[in-house]
């Protein structure tokens, strides 16, 4: 019985195939997490959503910023971005059963027994791990619910503050969405940057989510994906950066939770 990780699929299922072949992946013993984005971009986002549907019951997805996009073109009638490559998926006589496992799926999980923390982009510094699960259910309500449409309408846009308490649904619901989905740098005062996608050059005002104090004394490992400039490399040794690359050209990249080897599909 092993528990895996596994970056940002983003629709490359032979890599993703090759890594579950490689640890010789049993669904009857072993449980795989995947950090999000299992479509868009990507060749065969269908063929990647037909295995994890297959797998599910031993599969737990913590949605990514794609997959969410994908809920949001789906549910409100959006035209899909030609780039991303989602027309067979969109027309498949299965979209329906694989949006319903999307929505059922969280935007974050904790495996005690791996004291890890899983989820697309990371977690915002101010929030311990159960009001990161709290708020992941409280969003999930949302996005599962009659007025998931609505939300995934005003779900985009530029929201740097990260309010929770507050009772506008909406700016709370874009709060936890783009903590969970979006985030990669953060201000000095812990507001979100949404335009900087590179690699780790801190500047004075910016710093990568993991590098704030409060992750140096954690014993909780943080597993994410999310941002592929890392290259799998953080400058925090509980922060574990799965999205290598694979849709760019890079490897797609396994963790074994009960070793911490990681496995590169190249
Ligand atoms: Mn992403």
């Not at 049993?26 to 269908?46: E, F, I, K, M, T």
């Not at 619910?145 to 990260?162: C, D, E, I, L, R």
């Not at 989905?181 to 000095?188: A, G, I, K």
Request: proline share 5%; charged share 20%; with cysteine.
């Amino acid at each position: 019985m092993a528990t895996y990780a596994i970056g940002d699929l983003q629709g490359c299922y032979h890599p993703f195939r090759n890594l579950l072949d490689k640890v010789g992946f049993n669904p009857s013993q072993d449980h795989l997490y995947l950090v999000g984005d299992l479509v868009a971009r990507g060749p065969d986002s269908l063929s990647c959503m037909e295995l994890v549907y297959r797998l599910k019951d031993s599969i737990t997805v913590t949605l990514g910023n794609h997959d969410l996009h994908l809920l949001a073109t789906v549910l409100t009638n959006k035209q899909p971005n030609p780039k991303d490559k989602l027309e067979p998926l969109l027309a498949s006589d299965k979209l329906d059963r694989y949006v319903t496992y999307l929505q059922s799926q969280p935007l974050c999980s904790y495996d005690t027994q791996f004291d890890s923390f899983i989820s697309h982009a990371g977690i915002y510094p101010l929030w311990d791990i159960d009001t990161a699960i709290e708020l992941s259910n409280w969003a999930r309500t949302c996005y599962q619910g009659s007025n998931a449409a609505n939300y995934f309408s005003a779900m985009y846009g530029k929201q740097p503050t990260v309010t929770i308490d507050t009772h506008d649904t909406q700016v709370k619901f874009n709060s936890i969405i783009n903590v969970f989905s979006r985030m990669r740098f953060l201000t000095n005062d812990l507001r979100l940057d949404f335009d900087n996608k590179g690699g780790l050059a801190n500047t004075d005002e910016l710093q990568p989510w993991f590098s704030h104090p409060r992750f140096k004394t954690a014993s909780t490992q943080f597993i994410f994906g999310h941002w592929a400039a890392l290259e799998g490399k953080t400058t925090t040794e509980n922060a574990i950066a799965l999205d290598t690359g694979c849709v760019w050209g890079g490897p797609m990249t396994l963790l074994n939770l009960s070793t911490n080897e990681q496995i590169s599909s190249k």
